[in-house]
């Protein structure tokens, strides 16, 4: 990892409370814009438990669960992007682009075609099976060392693949399209509130493991041998990171179908702010990534409105120019 | 090529594949919704069978395969020059976004254009597909062609791509995405030789200009030094290379779209079963025999549903490139 100088013990006093402040904007504007837009009156109505009975069944049962599921999302992708950059030392990283939301989406389609699991137990268990098999095929592949773009090329052919079986499933069985339509995109327009519920404490556990792993993946940073002399195991610290990244990615795939480049955008834009220490990057990614996400969302919403787009279509528009300019900056 | 030549690297090999060729062709006018002999095909051929089997088979089955196999040779050719030229293997037009740029261009026609023919699908794909080409190799044009920053780029103008196309087919009416996502499956169906015709003579005309600049990419891999040394025009040259590339795979997804992988797997393939002195030769001849066979697979494995064989391609094809990436060293 390396990171541009900057922010390495320089102060940035008002950083912090700008990004929880504009995490706040845009989660407000996310349950304020849509196809029924909402007044910020109507919604202070609606708070006090007073307001049209219309305006209440769309903020409770729609915008509400959408917007949570958004937050839900932005921290686990933004987190394990993070946790996955430390762990393969590789800045392009990225839960998307290595093919660990094609993986998990995959198990999930041969799960409801195949096997019939559409139950949310079923989708979340099935999703972070799918994405713990994908991490630690691409943390194995990442350890081999050598050129980090194979990493995503395996990634790509990866997901091109699953695609390929995805379109071959449905012109087979035209019937299975309507369960599947959903998971090729990547979208929030209606997460399955069941799933949410479920995914939720696997999203716990993931961040409670990456929370534990702060210390051990900066020992890590220094290098193998330093960090067996401070008592850090290597192999122990990458299947514990592989294991969060999986319950985060496979949680987060499961609610939204994947999302790329939320992963790889947010640890690269808060590091400049927060330098490389691994608590800090991971603190800001849990505002940064929910921002994100949540932002656009809402551009989901507005591009073809009244009606709107895949999530996932925003996040690939916003994350692609990203990638180029990253690997253009050599290393 | 001379024939002593051949001799010295392995004629047999070169025979081997070769004899697959006619074996595809043959089988594929032979079997189908109509189950012919042998003796019926070469009727049919040879203009002495019913009008009903000749119609079968000259009208409707060979422009199919003879399409199928031209398009898997110009495939394979152009995967040769760009792993040739990028010195990875890996490097393929279709992974640096020359589908996805060829489809965004299928879609602003659809959009655009009231009523728009197989022509204008054609060029716009066709235009589509320069555009990210030439996008791509702008964008590196200070890092060159070779190494991770090309395929890198690629990957994300290919994602940034993929994008806009979701978006346009959200954006217009069903059946105009309708439209769109049948060529975007890469299929050759219902081709005729209304559109084999002009795509064959292109391809034809195409492999008379490659055909002469073909040596020059072996000394290339010598390196630029070696190559400007050896009186080579090394930018020109390559510059050549690309662009005939680039026309072989466009001609192909205009009239097929996108039809992936095969570009890359050909020379990959070729490798191990070609003397290696043709790379280019080698590539097609894989490749015609690769999507041959995968077309023929696709109509008739799934019967009666006829799949894209795009669809089969690109899973097979993904997973074939995953396997080579974990298990290579």
């Known amino acids: 990892m390396t990171p541009r100088g900057g922010g390495l013990g320089r102060a940035r006093p008002l950083g912090a409370p700008a990004a929880v402040l504009v995490l706040v904007v845009v989660a407000v504007g996310s349950v304020l814009i849509g196809s029924r837009p909402v007044s910020p009156a109507e919604l202070l109505d609606a708070l006090g438990g007073h307001g049209d009975g219309d305006v209440l069944t769309l903020l409770w049962r729609v915008r509400a669960p959408r917007t949570l599921a958004a937050l839900a999302v932005g921290v686990a992708l933004a987190v394990a992007g993070a946790l996955m950059q430390t762990t393969t030392r590789n800045p392009l990283a990225d839960p998307g682009l290595l093919g660990v939301g094609a993986g998990s989406a995959f198990f999930v389609t041969v799960g409801m075609s195949a096997f019939g699991l559409h139950s949310a137990l079923g989708v979340a268990l099935t999703a972070i099976a799918g994405a713990a098999v994908m991490t630690i095929l691409v943390l194995l592949l990442g350890l081999r060392g050598g050129d980090g773009s194979r990493l995503i090329l395996a990634g790509i052919a990866f997901s091109t693949a699953v695609l390929g079986v995805r379109s071959m499933i449905t012109l087979l069985d035209p019937r299975a399209l309507d369960a599947l339509r959903a998971w090729s995109a990547g979208s929030l327009a209606a997460p399955d509130q069941a799933v949410l519920a479920v995914a939720t404490p696997f999203l716990g556990a993931g961040l409670l493991l990456a929370a534990g792993l702060v210390r051990p993946l900066d020992a890590l940073g220094l290098g193998e041998d330093l960090a067996r002399g401070l008592g850090t195991r290597p192999t122990l610290v990458r299947a514990a990171s592989a294991a969060a990244s999986a319950l985060l990615v496979g949680g987060a795939t499961a609610v939204a179908g994947p999302l790329a480049f939320v992963g790889l955008m947010v640890p690269h834009a808060v590091r400049p702010f927060t330098g490389p220490g691994t608590a800090r990057v991971l603190a800001a990614c849990l505002v940064v990534g929910p921002a994100l996400v949540l932002l656009a969302d809402t551009l989901a919403r507005v591009a073809l409105w009244p009606g709107e787009i895949p999530v996932g279509v925003v996040t690939a528009a916003l994350g692609a120019p990203v990638l180029i300019v990253l690997s253009r900056r050599g290393r | ?329």
């Open chain 2, 1 to 329: 090529m001379t024939v002593r030549h051949l001799m010295t690297q392995g004629l047999w090999r070169w025979g081997a594949l070769t004899a697959v060729v006619p074996v595809v062709l043959f089988a594929s006018l032979a079997v189908g919704d109509l189950p012919l002999g042998p003796t019926e095909v070469w009727d049919a051929l040879t203009g002495s069978a019913t009008p009903f089997t000749t119609a079968v088979v000259v009208d409707w089955r060979l422009p199919r395969v003879l399409a199928a196999l031209a398009f898997g040779a110009a495939l394979g050719a152009a995967g040769a020059i760009f792993q040739s030229l990028t010195r990875n293997p890996l490097g393929s037009p279709d992974v640096i976004g020359f589908d996805t740029g060829a489809y965004t261009g299928v879609l602003l026609a659809l959009l655009t254009v009231p009523a728009a023919g197989f022509a204008t699908l054609a060029t716009a794909s066709l235009l589509g597909g320069l555009a990210t080409a030439a996008l791509v190799t702008v964008l590196t044009a200070r890092s060159g062609l070779t190494g991770r920053r090309f395929i890198v780029t690629g990957i994300a103008v290919s994602a940034l791509l993929t994008s806009v196309n979701t978006w346009l087919v959200y954006k217009t009416d069903p059946a105009t995405a309708a439209t769109g996502s049948i060529w975007a499956a890469g299929t050759l169906d219902n081709l005729r030789w209304k559109q084999a015709t002009p795509a064959l003579l292109t391809l034809a005309a195409l492999a008379a200009l490659t055909y002469p600049v073909a040596t020059r990419l072996r000394i290339l891999a010598l390196g630029d030094d070696v190559a400007t040394g050896l009186g080579l025009p090394v930018t020109r040259s390559r510059a050549l290379l690309i662009a005939c590339a680039v026309g072989l795979t466009a001609v192909t997804t205009a009239i097929a779209g996108p039809i992936a992988f095969i570009a890359l797997a050909a020379p990959h393939l070729a490798r191990p079963l070609l003397p290696r002195g043709h790379p280019i030769t080698a590539g097609a001849l894989v490749g015609a025999v690769l999507l041959g066979v995968a077309d023929w697979a696709a109509a008739h494995l799934f019967a009666p549903t006829q799949l894209p064989v795009g669809a089969l391609t690109v899973t097979l094809g993904g997973g074939y490139l995953a396997l080579t990436l974990v298990l290579r060293r």
